[in-house]
């Protein structure tokens, strides 16, 4: 079984900063890309950073020049660091890693609970 826990979620102030923490664990052979998207009520699952197993990373537009997406392959931890934050940013952040258990597995999508970010105008 492989979990993904996020932390690092709250209520922050327009123009304020966060760092979300996402920890892989469990039956794990490898990690290839990991990412955070983030739902905000009644909207769909977006994409806000991604960031291959090499280190290239994807970002939205709406985050670009915002918010940084970063791993530690020995912790199997991938990080989004987001900085000035708008309210529009509001929103349960999900991690996502698509994880093969063993070495003649098939890779898999697993997700995290989610982490709640708040930021108050």
């Known amino acids: 079984q492989v979990q993904l826990v996020e932390s690092g979620g709250g209520l922050v102030q327009a123009g304020g900063s966060l760092r979300l923490s996402c920890v892989a664990s469990?039956?794990?052979?490898?990690?290839?890309?990991m990412g955070w998207y983030r739902q905000a009520p009644g909207e769909q699952r977006e994409l806000v950073a991604g960031?291959?197993?090499?280190?290239?990373?994807t970002y939205a537009d709406s985050v670009k020049g915002r918010f940084a997406i970063s791993r530690d392959n020995a912790k199997n931890t991938v990080y989004l660091q987001m900085g000035s934050l708008k309210p529009e940013d509001t929103a349960v952040y999900y991690c996502?890693?698509?994880?093969?258990?063993?070495?003649?597995?098939?890779?898999?999508?697993?997700w995290g609970q989610g982490t709640q970010v708040t930021v108050s105008s």
């Open positions: 960031i291959t197993s090499g280190g290239t990373t």
């Open positions: 469990g039956r794990i052979f490898s990690i290839n890309a």
């Open positions: 996502n890693a698509e994880i093969q258990g063993g070495r003649y597995y098939s890779r898999n999508t697993y």
